[in-house]
């Protein structure tokens, strides 16, 4: 099966252009990395978004990442969740996909820049809302208020160095935002394997199954991406079915 051409679920994952968007995805990441350490991570993202579409997430051209978002909304759980928590959210893309699942959804990104495109782009549906926040500074209030974490393509942009202990800091830190029962959909880059970026994706999975506060439901293996589904003992907060 082709790269470029195979079909996966029944859907053609990627098209021949597809190879634009992996392209500009490496100048904006290229970018980032050069503005974040004189400019700090807010101002380095908001420069990325000044455009409003620095990965091409929502281009028309491409179907890679649409198809993307649509097969980690299909690896949820079959039931309702109260409360959908988006971090790193970006443009809100994936946050929308949430609305068919949550009754409630909140998206945070630490770019102001990318809460104003998102707030802009999803007036139309009043259950979505959108604010900035550090996700390794979110104020205490907000630990134990969602049943659904979604953490997709948003740990390997946290500031350097990224040590297997700072991962499972963090791992810890997040598990907490969930009630007991919730569910954490995490999702990260994965190439050959071999690639310095999968062997990153490959430890923050590692990570957070480690993680006390979290059990690993399901596991994927997706072309170009992993994806752990995990969630925090307790009971189910919510109804069977979707």
């Not at 400019?39 to 179907?63: L, N, Q, T």
């Not at 990153?200 to 059990?215: E, K």
């Amino acid at each position: 099966m082709s790269a470029t051409t195979g079909r996966f679920g029944g859907l053609l994952f990627m098209h021949p252009r597809d190879i634009g968007l992996f392209l500009r995805s490496a100048r904006t990441d290229a970018g980032i990395a050069r503005l974040r350490a004189t400019h700090g991570d807010p101002a380095a993202f908001d420069a990325a978004y000044a455009d409003g579409d620095p990965w091409a997430s929502a281009d028309p051209r491409y179907v890679y990442q649409r198809r993307k978002y649509d097969v980690l909304a299909g690896l949820l759980p079959r039931r309702r969740f109260s409360r959908a928590l988006d971090l790193g959210t970006g443009l809100g893309l994936m946050a929308r996909r949430l609305t068919a699942h949550a009754d409630e959804v909140v998206g945070i990104d630490i770019s102001a820049t990318a809460v104003a495109h998102a707030q802009a782009a999803h007036r139309d549906l009043p259950q979505l809302s959108f604010r900035q926040g550090d996700m390794l500074a979110l104020p205490a209030e907000m630990e134990g208020g969602f049943d659904l974490l979604v953490l997709a393509d948003t740990l390997y942009y946290l500031p350097p160095p990224l040590t297997d202990a700072t991962l499972k800091q963090v791992a810890l830190r997040l598990a907490r935002l969930l009630r007991p029962g919730g569910v954490c959909l995490l999702a990260n880059h994965f190439f050959s394997g071999a690639d310095a970026e999968s062997r990153l994706s490959r430890r923050i999975h590692q990570a957070f199954a480690w993680s006390p506060g979290l059990n690993v439901v399901n596991e994927h293996r997706r072309p170009f991406y992993l994806v752990t589904v995990l969630e925090r003992p307790g009971l189910c907060p919510g109804p069977a079915g979707a």
